[in-house]
């Protein structure tokens, strides 16, 4: 049986310099700090907006360099010694050589018995095996494994017996900030999560999070072909995607124990690049962060234009799609008739798709735009997203995504070959 999940609990990052990208996601994108792990070893910082939470984590090379500048040579038979303690705790795999985001968390019933069916199955491999950490406020056992994306793992937990506020080691930092501007802000939780993978290797990572999670397939649209799932290969986008949810465990008559009420759901998207349409923003993801990964991630906003403008006045840059986006038969009358203004969208760079529903002939409507990569390489960015009914990703929208974001790595690309030209 398949280990079923109750929640996404965090989504971890590993980077070199915790404290330039938690500044990055407390001032630009207004999460809030509410707990910290401080240790001569190692910093690990959780960041929150609604029931969206990063765990920012510093690459342990970073504490080691650092540490053996500050102490004593002694010091290094301490630390090679102490090497695997250098790995944040409920991390591992932390040594990676760009900044990455490197772990899903998932709260589960019984860490132990789901570790259990997965390892007598053989499921999949076990980075740590369940281990219990405590605190004053209690105990938590919790178990890593990978997953077959690049560097991607899944930490398990049950925190049915802990108290405390986030996860035993971490202390509460701030107070009552959980609140803070959310009518600025209403980011509330994450929305889905989009891996950029190889070539072929879709069919393998869907029967796997099937196997090990119990996830369904997601339809994103309704003529997709389920082994070919949605394929964009024409007019220069050249995209395969397919789509998962974990929540149908709950519609299909599983109940979970401790959940007062229904988490929303967190798709997991994955993309993986077409070789007839050149090279693409997929192949620059696997390039660039040097394999397969997280590439973005939608955070669900109830007010995407509030929201829009709330990051961009604080320095957040947004793609945009070609201007003519906004002008286009039908696309002024579209943003009109569900009630936004063409203008004001445009200048965000806020897309808009429109879709019917079958059944009820009601429109259902969907609002995205991405920001531009947070790291220092084209790698991860995240994508506000607001839906009004639409429950999956429409295809103007994907299409507009897909160039808003490669005429800007077309241009990044134009711009280092000219640089490269006039040094030589
Ligand atoms: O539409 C979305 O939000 C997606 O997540 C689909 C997607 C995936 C990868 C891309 O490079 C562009 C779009
Ligand atoms: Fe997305």
């Known amino acids: 049986m398949a280990a079923y999940l109750s929640r996404l609990h965090h989504i971890s990052l590993n980077v070199s310099n915790v404290d330039k990208v938690a500044h990055e996601l407390v001032s630009r994108f207004q999460f809030n700090v509410f707990a910290a792990r401080l240790t001569d070893r190692a910093k690990q910082l959780a960041l929150c907006r609604g029931s969206a939470v990063f765990v920012v984590n510093e690459r342990p090379n970073e504490a080691r360099r650092r540490l053996n500048g500050h102490q004593s040579r002694v010091w290094s038979s301490v630390i090679a010694r102490e090497h695997r303690d250098l790995n944040c705790l409920y991390g591992a795999h932390a040594h990676y050589p760009v900044d990455t985001v490197s772990n899903v968390c998932f709260e589960v019933d019984d860490v132990q018995s789901a570790s259990a069916a997965l390892r007598d199955r053989g499921l999949c491999e076990f980075l740590q095996p369940p281990t219990e950490v405590r605190d004053d406020s209690g105990r938590l056992t919790f178990s890593i494994i990978r997953s077959p994306v690049g560097n991607v793992c899944h930490t398990l937990i049950d925190r049915s017996q802990y108290q405390g506020l986030f996860l035993p080691g971490f202390h509460q930092v701030g107070s009552d900030s959980q609140t803070a501007g959310r009518s600025q802000c209403p980011i509330t939780h994450f929305d889905h999560i989009t891996y950029a993978c190889p070539r072929s290797s879709t069919a393998h990572i869907t029967r796997w999070y099937h196997n090990t999670f119990g996830f369904q397939r997601f339809f994103i649209d309704r003529n997709e072909d389920v082994d070919e799932g949605y394929v964009l290969n024409h007019d220069g986008i050249g995209l395969r995607l397919t789509a998962m949810e974990y929540w ?10 401790f959940k007062d009420e229904k988490e929303p759901d ?3 998207v994955i993309a993986e690049s077409l070789p007839e349409q050149g090279r693409n923003q997929v192949d620059t993801f696997l390039d660039q962060h040097r394999g397969a990964g997280i590439q973005h991630i939608g955070l669900y906003t109830e007010d995407i234009v509030r929201t829009a403008q709330t990051l961009s006045q604080a320095g957040v840059q947004f793609f945009s799609p070609p201007p003519a986006y906004y002008t286009e038969v039908g696309k002024q009358e579209e943003i009109v008739a569900a009630g ?6 445009s200048q965000y760079g806020i897309l808009l798709d429109t879709d019917i529903h079958r059944d009820t002939d009601n429109q259902r409507y969907l609002l995205q735009v991405f920001t531009k990569p947070i790291f220092g390489e084209d790698t991860f960015f995240l994508e506000l997203i607001e839906r009004r009914g639409a429950t999956g990703f429409g295809e103007g929208n994907i299409r507009a995504l897909w160039r808003s974001v490669q005429a800007y790595m077309e241009n990044e690309e134009h711009d280092e070959t000219e640089r ?4 030589s």
């Open 266 to 268: 967190c798709k997991f």
């Open 420 to 423: 490269v030209n006039k040094q």
């Open 340 to 345: 936004h203004d063409p203008h004001i969208l």
């Open 248 to 257: 149908k465990c709950s519609e299909s008559g599983i109940t979970l124990p």
